[in-house]
């Protein structure tokens, strides 16, 4: 049997009020490919958050490399091997690549003076190595969202790390991006760094890890080898009962038009994007990272000027300059950045709910707090949104539930256009479940729906129409019938295809 390099016996974390993690016991294995899965809230995050020294544990051990260990902070972990790599870069963007590389550790000559000359030959062997063309001189800012995770991942392996991290690290790239990913896992993996890789995209988990711990509610459900075990099992032991369909979609017939876009146009990120929406139906944009999906949403929503082009509502043409005149023509926009762009973290669910509608609870000047305390607990129920109370500040959320206030917020002004920018992105697939049956809710009560999203199984599972965008343009349309995985590539990438207009 393979050496564990971690072992946790009975972990435990407790928080006022909470069990985040209850007598949690398995081994990582020294070499392998370790996926971490679970439903937001199941653990993941606490378990990390205690092998990198961010948290103590409240009982039970924790064995690295045969002895027991307790890390006071990350850069004690980090000083011993182990390096976490989050959605969210620790990377000073105004500094160079080798100077984040090496921040905190710098090799020194005789004196105590920094040997640049040696750090830099360093550097440059690390991203040699992981083979991805960056300048080391180039400063972070500078950097795409790829070449940032390379830079976190050679900060990681200048320490010597043995167990390195990777939360969610697919989240944000494009495909050729994520093939990168994995070439560098497969490599570090060849080198005999041992990588723990947590991932709501349980289709990545068998293309790239050896075997998967299921947490569920803060206990240990599961370890099983992935050659071993269906997706659909890993999918039932996260969220505790069967999910019967993965992607519920109702039958329904589209209705009138409800939004029309012609020519419209922003130089340098948009060209003659022309396109129509209907009440009931869920018209879906597919396209790579940078294609211009999300700013078409923001140019809609009037986030981003228009340079030219008609835009008509409801029959009506209109110019909208701001989200506010959006708002008021019956748009909700549920954004791709939920925690900076949808939410005020720091305020309660119902404070959040409450936003788009203070003006019809307020009588004269002054808030109707039982009106708003009502209609917030009524959204809650309907969306099950899973908080102790409409008081819970939105921050102490798990990511689905934090998704559900965005919509809820929308759903208590009863908007007739919803603009769904990669509405389950960074979710778990029982919450996932959860939002694709709202979705169906708002098409039933004859609401329109605009779907950006980079997970080409949900474009094609839920969209009645595509529209695939290709470098600010749309490269075509597929109707329910013509869509599929390889007909979206060839329009993304530039093949033409049946169904598809000319760019």
Known sequence: MEEAILKFENLTKRFPGVLALNQVSFEVRKGEVHALVG?????????????TGVYPRTSGELFYQGKAVEFHSPHDALRNGIAAIYQEFNLIPALSVVENIFMGHYFTQKGGLVDWAKIREEAQRLIDFLEVDINIDAQVRDLGVAKKQVVEIAKALSYQAQVLIMDEPTATLAQKEIDTLFRI??????QGVTIIYISHRLEEIYQICDRVTVLRDGNYIATRKLTEVQMEEIIQMMVGREVVERFPRTLHKAGEEVLRVEGLSRSGVLEDISFNLHRREILGIAGMVGSGRTELLRALYGLDPIDQGQVWIKGEKVTIHSPLEAISRGIALIPEERKTQGLVLLL?????????????????????EEELKKIAQKMVKTLNIRTPSIYQRVMNLS?????KVVLAKWLAR????????????GIDVGAKVEIYHLMNHLIEQGSAILMVSSELPEILALSDRVLVMREGRIAGELTKEEVTQESVLKLAVG???VGAQSS
């Open 185 to 190: 896992v497969k490599s570090l993996k060849e």
């Open 495 to 497: 093949r033409r295809n």
């Open 348 to 368: 309660s669910v119902m404070e959040n709910i409450g936003l788009p509608i203070l003006p019809q609870i307020a009588n004269r000047g002054f808030l109707d």
């Open 414 to 425: 009863e908007s007739a256009i919803y603009f769904f920018d990669e509405p389950t992105r």
């Open 399 to 403: 990511g689905g539930n934090q998704q």
């Open 39 to 51: 439903e937001n809230g199941a653990g993941k995050s606490t378990l990390i958050k205690i092998v």
